[in-house]
C-alpha cells in the first residue's frame, strides 16, 4: 500500500474520531486504523478545519459534500478489503474516502465529473501522503475499462439502476457497492457475480446525491 505518515497536530482528533466510530458499531481493525491515518482536515475547506473531525458532513464546494465519517467507515467495512485489491471509485468527492482506500488497498482508481473537485482532491491526496490512488476527470457511470476488471466498486451517488459498464468491469469474485433509488428513499446494495447473474444484497438505507452520467438510467445496450 502506497502511503507515507504526514505529521501533523490532528493525531487527537483522529483517535477521538475513531473511538466514536467504534461506538457507532465500526468493528473493522482495518477501516479503524486508516481513519486513525488519514488527516480529513486536509480534505475540507480550511474555513471548517476546526470541524475536520466531527463525525458530521461538511461542504466542499461546487454544491457538493463530504460525508460524515461514520458513512464513509461503514461503506469500507461492507467492502472487507484485504489488501491486495485494485478498486475503482465512481465519484471522488472531497478525496477523503479515496484517500481511505489507498490505506485498505493495493491500488485505486477514482472518477470525478467535476474537474474543480478532481483537481483540489488530488492535492489533498497527495498531500495526505497516499500515492497509490490516481484521480481522473470522466463519466463515472462508463467505469475505466483500460485498467478492468475490478476486486471491488463503491459508487458514491444513488442511481435507479445498475450501470451496466460498471457491472462488466468487475471481476468474477469482485463486489460491488452502490446507493440505489427504491420509491421514496435509498437503499446501499452490495452487487457480486452470483451463478445465475448478478446478486443483490441490501445493506441497510443511504442517502447520496443523485448518480448522473451516460449510463446512469442503462438506457442502452
Not at 155 to 167: C, E, Q
Not at 183 to 212: K, M, N
Amino acid at each position: 500500500m502506497g502511503h507515507r505518515r504526514v505529521a501533523d497536530s490532528y493525531g487527537g482528533y483522529r483517535a477521538r474520531l475513531v473511538d466514536e466510530l467504534r461506538a457507532g458499531g465500526i468493528k473493522s481493525m482495518a477501516v479503524l486504523a486508516a481513519v486513525a491515518e488519514v488527516p480529513r482536515h486536509l480534505f475540507v475547506p480550511e474555513a471548517l478545519r476546526a470541524r475536520a473531525y466531527e463525525d458530521t458532513s461538511l461542504p466542499i464546494g461546487n454544491g457538493q459534500t463530504i460525508s460524515r465519517p461514520l458513512t464513509h467507515a461503514r461503506y469500507l467495512e461492507a467492502l472487507n478489503l484485504s489488501g491486495r485489491e485494485r478498486v475503482l471509485e465512481v465519484g471522488t468527492g472531497s478525496g477523503y474516502q479515496s484517500a481511505l482506500l489507498g490505506y485498505l488497498a493495493d491500488h485505486v482508481i477514482s472518477l470525478e465529473r467535476i474537474a474543480d473537485l478532481a483537481i483540489r482532491a488530488r492535492k489533498a491526496i497527495e498531500a495526505s501522503g497516499c500515492g497509490n490512488v490516481a484521480v481522473a476527470v470522466a463519466d463515472g457511470t462508463l467505469g475505466w475499462p483500460a485498467l478492468a476488471p475490478y476486486d471491488a466498486i463503491l459508487v458514491s451517488a444513488a442511481g435507479t439502476t445498475i450501470p451496466k459498464p460498471l457491472t462488466r468491469q468487475l471481476s468474477p469474485s469482485g463486489r460491488m457497492l452502490i446507493p440505489l433509488q427504491r420509491g421514496d428513499g435509498q437503499v446501499l446494495i452490495r452487487v457480486s457475480h452470483g451463478h445465475d447473474g448478478l446478486a443483490e444484497e441490501e445493506l441497510g438505507e443511504a442517502q447520496f446525491v443523485p448518480l448522473t452520467g451516460r449510463r446512469a438510467t442503462n438506457d442502452e445496450d
